[in-house]
């Protein structure tokens, strides 16, 4: 999901289109599909005016607001960025033989798993020297999120969002509610919110990943940031108590969800909460797309998922995060190395934001004069977390989200029961899946 420069999203390829990144490459070559390729091709020498950058900012938005930062990096540096743009969908699809081959010396990318599995395979280079220098304009939690698990920083964000819980706050005015800071009292509000004859929370998982969000917000509230890596690194085991635990939670507040989520895709669940037929909705700020009205999108507002154990308190945020890596053999370290620096700045990201002005920067030292009011609650959450993490598609393998836990999670969300079957299900699956390559 990309947001459009209306400050409202705009559908991109689908989740379940996307999640195919890591293994599905090699599936696209046999079937005769080009494959992505570096601008200037294995037999280009360096050019010391030129850095090659592999982008998946196709969509008209994000290609114009790239275009921007290069052009400023040119004037101030004397350097070209030779941007090799691919359709979103392509390049994540083939991203694992494209930095296998002969990939640009940059390449748009994700933080988080995304980023450590490649840096783990020896597919990028570290960027420590970088960070010496950009290491101020960041909160730690961006911080943490840019580091490979060795410890190297591999990562330069430039952009993010918050997933969260929305509401009308004319519809909470109208009721008298209050917002909910603990599990207990988002429970109460479902319960008053169902005699009001509203939908408490509005739901549709029809495209599969929606639960996964629903999933990490209940797991890091209840067990931790670690835990939630953990997990989904595939370090931790499915069949542990603490994961039926956060099932039981889930069971607990499933019947103030919308009936029939299955069926029902994200943007028809969103119309609810715009209809003010739903009190609240946990999603991403791209659920800004569904108002279309400025009066309703005025009227929107958020606050962070509530907290369940208060060992974690509401410290982790889920913010999906974009931004930079420098590939294992770049032809043109030096600029590449400059170029980076750049993108790590304050500059860059306002340069970024005016053409794209509805996600946030990812820098603590970013220009925030220009935010709408959601985005100012975007930005102070992220900056304010002691913790982010990236969405499970994003924190996990791409083939173990798409296959084993959208399924699973849909079959949850149908019916709550036989969770212990279901989870070594998982637990079997996951160490296969894991095991390979």
């Known amino acids: 999901m990309r947001l459009s420069s209306s400050g409202l999203s705009v559908p991109g390829p689908s989740r379940r289109s996307l999640l195919r990144g890591v293994g599905g490459a090699a599936v696209l070559a046999g079937a005769g599909i080009p494959l992505l390729s570096a601008c200037g091709g294995s037999g280009t020498a360096s050019d010391p005016k030129t850095v090659t950058l592999g982008s998946n900012g196709s969509d008209a938005v994000p290609k114009k607001a790239y275009a921007e930062i290069y052009a400023t990096f040119k004037k101030?540096?004397?350097?070209?960025?030779?941007?090799?743009?691919?359709?979103?969908?392509?390049f994540q699809e083939q991203i694992n033989s494209y930095l296998q081959g002969t990939p640009d010396d940059v390449f748009n990318w994700f933080a988080g798993y995304r980023m450590q599995f490649f840096a783990k395979k020896g597919l990028a280079t570290p960027l420590d020297e970088v960070w010496d220098k950009i290491g101020d304009n960041f909160p730690d939690a961006m911080k943490k999120l840019s580091k490979g698990e060795d410890g190297k920083y591999y990562f330069v964000p430039l952009d993010t969002y918050p997933w969260a819980i929305f509401y009308r706050k004319s519809v909470f005015k109208a009721h008298g509610?209050?917002?909910?800071?603990?599990?207990?009292?988002?429970?109460?509000?479902?319960?008053?919110?169902?005699?009001?004859?509203?939908v408490p929370i509005a739901f549709g998982d029809k495209d599969a990943?929606?639960?996964?969000?629903?999933?990490?917000?209940?797991?890091?509230?209840?067990?931790?940031?670690?835990?939630?890596?953990?997990?989904?690194?595939?370090?931790?085991?499915?069949?542990d108590a603490k994961v039926r635990t956060v099932f039981d939670h889930w069971a607990e507040l499933l019947p103030y969800h919308?009936?029939?989520?299955?069926?029902?895709?994200?943007?028809d669940a969103a119309q609810t909460l715009v209809s003010k037929k739903a009190g609240m909705y946990l999603l991403g700020t791209f659920v800004a797309q569904q108002f279309t009205d400025p009066a309703d999108l005025e009227d929107l507002d958020f606050f962070a998922f509530p907290e369940i154990d208060p060992t974690y308190g509401q410290d982790t945020v889920e913010a999906p995060t974009d931004g930079y890596m420098l590939s294992?053999?770049?032809?043109?370290?030096?600029?590449?190395?400059?170029?980076?620096?750049?993108?790590?700045?304050?500059?860059?990201?306002?340069?970024?934001?005016?053409?794209?002005?509805?996600?946030?920067?990812?820098?603590?030292?970013?220009d925030t004069a220009s935010y709408s009011a959601l985005q100012k609650k975007a930005y102070d959450m992220i900056s304010g977390a002691k913790s982010l993490t990236q969405f499970m598609d994003r924190d996990s393998r791409p083939d173990f989200t798409s296959t084993v836990m959208q399924p699973a999670l849909q079959k949850f969300v149908r019916d709550p029961k036989g969770v212990d079957s279901m989870l070594s299900s998982i637990e079997r699956q996951k160490k296969t899946i894991f095991a390979s390559a």
């Not at 101030?76 to 392509?90: A, M, R």
């Open 76 to 90: 101030q540096s004397g350097i070209t960025v030779d941007v090799n743009t691919k359709d979103h969908n392509t």
């Open 177 to 198: 509610y209050t917002v909910p800071t603990t599990w207990d009292q988002l429970v109460a509000l479902c319960k008053q919110m169902k005699k009001d004859n509203l």
């Open 209 to 239: 990943w929606p639960a996964l969000g629903t999933f990490d917000q209940i797991n890091f509230r209840t067990n931790g940031y670690d835990f939630h890596v953990e997990l989904m690194a595939g370090k931790a085991s499915w069949t």
């Open 258 to 267: 919308q009936d029939g989520a299955v069926g029902r895709t994200w943007q």
């Open 328 to 366: 294992k053999s770049p032809k043109n370290k030096a600029g590449a190395l400059k170029l980076l620096e750049f993108l790590g700045t304050p500059e860059a990201e306002a340069l970024y934001l005016k053409a794209d002005p509805s996600v946030v920067a990812a820098s603590s030292k970013a």
